[in-house]
């Protein structure tokens, strides 16, 4: 609501803004790269023909996460190999956007023998 407030701008305009940097990260972000919401909002801030304020920035952030986030979820259900191991590739790791990307982006081989590392490690 600061944001609007501070950007003068109404309830319509304000949903039309978010929409059109959501559609940006949708246009733009390639999940497949083996980047993280924040590299990805970091390189559109520096790169983009537009200014962005902090508000924007948290906009975009948000809406590279949650497609990043579908990504790794659509990939491991679309691989059986993936989705019998799916409760170690979704737990809660501390850095889970890196993880993400590198979830989206390796070959599904690397994945089982990290994960398989990892339960023999929890034994």
Same mark, same amino acid.
Not at 100 to 113: F, H, K, N
């Given at each position: 609501?600061?944001?609007?407030?501070?950007?003068? #701008? !109404?309830?319509?305009?304000?949903?039309?803004?978010?929409?059109?940097?959501? /559609?940006? @990260? *949708?246009?733009?972000?390639?999940? !497949?790269?083996?980047? !993280?919401?924040? /590299?990805? @909002?970091?390189?559109? @801030?520096?790169?983009?023909?537009?200014?962005?304020?902090s508000a924007d920035e948290r906009i975009l952030l948000r809406r590279a996460e949650? *497609? #990043?986030?579908?990504?790794?979820?659509?990939? @491991?259900?679309?691989?059986? %190999? #993936?989705?019998?191991?799916?409760?170690?590739?979704?737990?809660?790791?501390?850095?889970?956007?890196?993880? #993400?990307?590198?979830?989206? *982006?390796?070959?599904? *081989? %690397?994945?089982?023998?990290?994960? %398989? !590392?990892? %339960?023999?490690?929890?034994?």
């Open positions: 609501m600061k944001a609007q407030n501070e950007k003068n #701008l !109404t309830d319509n305009a304000w949903v039309e803004r978010i929409g059109q940097l959501r /559609q940006m @990260v *949708s246009d733009q972000y390639d999940t !497949t790269q083996n980047t !993280t919401p924040q /590299q990805f @909002v970091d390189w559109l @801030v520096e790169n983009a023909d537009e200014e962005f304020d949650e *497609s #990043l986030e579908d990504a790794a979820r659509q990939r @491991v259900e679309n691989e059986d %190999e #993936l989705d019998a191991i799916s409760d170690v590739i979704f737990y809660d790791w501390p850095n889970k956007w890196d993880h #993400l990307a590198w979830v989206v *982006s390796a070959d599904v *081989s %690397e994945i089982v023998d990290w994960a %398989e !590392t990892v %339960e023999m490690a929890a034994e």
